[in-house]
């Protein structure tokens, strides 16, 4: 199972990276099904993704992990392949 939102942040309402991932893919796959341009849709291996422990601790001995995956793009470039897809803000 994949954790999408945040088990031991504040506010267990935000996404996990991972889930803001999924939430981009369905977006995206949305608009590129109605859509008559080419657009490209970033998989996961333009990515550099991590496993990360951002659990808390308390007392400095009692720790609760939380894993989340960290998603890095590796090449951070937007890039537009058809100016028209941007309609009136292009």
Known sequence: MVQCFSKTREDASHWTQRGAYFGYQEIMNAIDKNSSS???I???????????????TYFTALHFPDYEDTFTIKDPQAKILDKSILGKWG
């Open 42 to 56: 970033l998989q996961e291996s333009n990515y550099d993704i991590k496993t990360e422990d951002i659990g808390s």
């Open 38 to 40: 080419e657009i490209e």
